[in-house]
């Protein structure tokens, strides 16, 4: 296997979208439908509109009210500088103590 065969491997395993979907993110407009993503990454469909459900839920993106449409956040114009933004704002503070993981509630009982 080659080594990038393995990064892409790697990325396939510990990313929450895949690396095709990733990669026509960028491709996208700023306001896009799930048939466009479909198409940019040759992807059927229902594939597509589960992916923009995902990223709804990462707030990598925004649905716009009323329409079959959704929006990029501007500092999100590509999956990395969401996902700097993501380690930023997060994971290192989660890393460093300074981002508190909720009490679960069966601890409390």
Known sequence: MSRE?????????????????VLGYKKLDPVFT????????D??????????????????VAKV?????????????TFSSWFRDLLKLALEPLENGLLPLPEDKEDEE
């Open 65 to 77: 009210p009323h329409k079959r449409m959704y929006q990029k956040y501007p500092n999100a114009t």
């Open 43 to 60: 992807i059927s469909r229902s594939s597509a509109k589960f992916y923009v459900n995902k990223m709804v839920q990462l707030r990598l």
């Open 5 to 21: 065969e393995s990064l892409i491997e790697i990325l396939e395993i510990s990313l929450p979208l895949p690396p095709k979907v």
């Open 34 to 41: 799930s048939g466009d993503i479909a198409r940019v990454c």
